[in-house]
């Protein structure tokens, strides 16, 4: 997993195609993440007391890490993240810009 919670991602492929969002949780074992406002389903919910009526609510779906790229924040550019070793630390560096990120 290169996402990491709080980057921002854009989604390369299917109908939320194109939009970004920011990451609210990723789900490492699964390679999914959950996106803020970003591959919504409806989701009904029951009203909780009589006479109330039911509403639709969206929620954000998991989507496939590989469904997104991650948006470098120093050039704003969809991009491919890559490793490196800094002060013998390892951090995630953009492939475009070289920034680390
Ligand atoms: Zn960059």
Redesign the pocket.
């Known amino acids: 997993m290169k996402m990491k919670k709080g980057d921002i991602v854009k989604i390369t492929t299917g109908k939320d195609k194109g939009k970004t969002g920011k990451i609210l949780k990723t789900l490492i074992k699964k390679d999914k993440i959950l996106i803020e406002g970003l591959n919504l389903y409806k989701k009904h919910v029951r009203p909780k007391r009589e006479g109330e009526k039911g509403q639709m609510v969206s929620v954000p779906r998991p989507i496939d890490i590989s469904n997104t790229a991650l948006i470098?924040s120093?050039?704003n550019?969809a991009?491919k993240i890559g490793h490196r070793f800094e002060n013998k630390k390892k951090v995630r560096f953009?492939k475009?810009?070289k920034?680390t990120i």
């Open positions: 470098c120093s050039c550019q991009t953009c475009k810009c920034t």
